[in-house]
């Protein structure tokens, strides 16, 4: 992609409405995927569940993908804070605030869709993941981690989650989310200069490339968790059939690839390269993701 000043990105951002979505998302996070979405269909589990366990570990599985989303827009807002305060110019700090204020909307639609307590959560993996990102990163090391890959990234997600949405009013939400990443994205892009990466810099990022391909590799241990709380426990051979179910091999790979277009960006092929050569962007075995994995 062509680098797009920073300043046409910045005329975009705030000449652009804000979509209004306040009352429109319902409390009840029941029903806005179904269990083919998080594969849960073919877990053996759900083949012998009742009506009620299903709907309870479906309730629980959509809880979580809120909760995720929720910690990453939070992690969003403190990233802007922190870009703001570090900006070398003007230009990029209202670039910044402007990204800030479309976080915490971000944040607010999200957290409307969840109960209060949810909220509170202590973060997830991914969401301390993304904070030590935004506390030891540098700005450029930052544009390539947080903007190019992960807010490129995140627009495919939220397509998927609006695509997939059963709740009109919630798919509005996800749509409206997708749509302004879009931006953040290209913000990344304009402020991002690979020629400018220092050693330490492109080390900083292979240590986080090896840490988010892992955290893809490992398949759905998030669903798994859930489901195996549902089932009251699994023993081993139990608990690897049950992830082995729920795993779509062809997805795992696509997402993989995917996250291997963003990291290939202009003057960052060493790096797409490392990633690949180290077999990064294979999914794991079932027996490796199970190391990872907390028994509940
Ligand atoms: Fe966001
Ligand atoms: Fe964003």
Redesign the pocket.
């Known amino acids: 992609m062509k680098r797009p000043p920073l300043e046409t990105v910045c005329r975009k951002i705030a000449s652009r409405s804000a979509a209004d979505l306040r009352a429109d998302a319902p409390r009840d996070a029941r029903c806005i995927w179904n269990a083919e979405f998080f594969g849960l269909h073919r877990s053996r589990f759900w083949r012998s569940a009742n009506e009620a366990a299903r709907e309870a570990l479906l309730r629980r599985c959509t809880s979580n993908l809120l909760r995720e989303a929720l910690g990453?827009?939070r992690q969003?807002m403190d990233y802007c804070a922190r870009r703001v305060l570090k900006a070398a110019s003007l230009l990029e700090k209202q670039v910044y605030c402007l990204l800030a204020a479309?976080?915490a909307r971000?944040?607010h639609w999200l957290g409307s869709l969840l109960p209060e307590t949810a909220t509170a959560d202590s973060p997830d993996a991914f969401a301390c993941f993304l904070a030590r990102l935004v506390m030891e990163g540098t700005p450029l090391a930052q544009s390539y981690l947080l903007q190019i890959i992960l807010?490129g990234w995140?627009v495919s997600h939220y397509q998927r989650l609006a695509a997939a949405s059963l709740d009109p009013a919630v798919g509005r939400v996800m749509s409206g989310?997708a749509r302004?990443?879009v931006l953040?994205y290209a913000a990344g892009v304009a402020h991002f200069d690979a020629a400018l990466l220092t050693q330490d810099e492109r080390d900083f990022i292979r240590t986080a490339l090896a840490e988010l391909c892992t955290m893809l590799a490992s398949g759905p241990l998030a669903v798994l968790r859930e489901t195996e709380i549902a089932a009251g426990g699994f023993a081993p051979a139990e608990r690897k059939q049950a992830l082995e179910d729920l795993t779509d091999a062809s997805l795992s790979v696509a997402r993989l690839e995917r996250l291997a277009r963003f990291v290939a960006h202009k003057g960052m092929a060493e790096e797409a390269a490392w990633v690949r050569d180290r077999g990064l962007l294979t999914p794991f075995a079932s027996e490796a993701s199970l190391r990872l994995y907390e028994v509940v």
Do not use: N, T
């Open positions: 990453i827009e969003a479309e976080e971000h944040y807010e995140g989310i302004d990443e953040h």
